[in-house]
């Protein structure tokens, strides 16, 4: 566990009902292009990975990190927009083979939105 930047907590829940936010793999466009996005309506909170993708949990080459995707994927879910710097989680795209860590520019994102 990292040191918390916001006051949010996630939890998995046992019945689909209960749940706030989902997570659900579905073919998008194929290896490439978008690898995943985030339904932010208040009505439904999905966040969708293209199962297309080769996933992988860490840095692999020719596979995006599910955890960087994943944090990228919240942080829309909780507001926040792409920042122009290209090392931070919130940049728009990524790179396979990589993992992005949060940084000043995402934890100062979310600093701004809800303050602590
Ligand atoms: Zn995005």
Do not use: C
Not at 35 to 61: K, M, P
Not at 88 to 95: D, E, I, L
């Amino acid at each position: 566990m990292g040191v918390a930047v916001s006051n949010f907590n996630f939890e998995k829940v046992r019945e689909e009902s209960r749940a706030k936010l989902r997570v659900t793999f579905t073919q998008r466009d194929g290896p490439g292009g978008t690898v995943a996005y985030a339904n932010t309506s208040l009505t439904d909170l999905t966040i969708h990975f293209d199962e297309e993708e080769s996933w992988s949990v860490g840095a692999v080459g020719g596979s995006v990190d599910l955890k960087s995707v994943a944090t990228h994927e919240i942080g829309h879910i909780l507001g926040l927009e792409h920042s122009q710097v290209e090392e931070v989680v919130m940049y728009a795209t990524f790179s396979y083979g990589v993992t992005k860590k949060l940084a000043q520019d995402d934890i100062d994102g979310i600093g701004a939105k809800y303050s602590t």
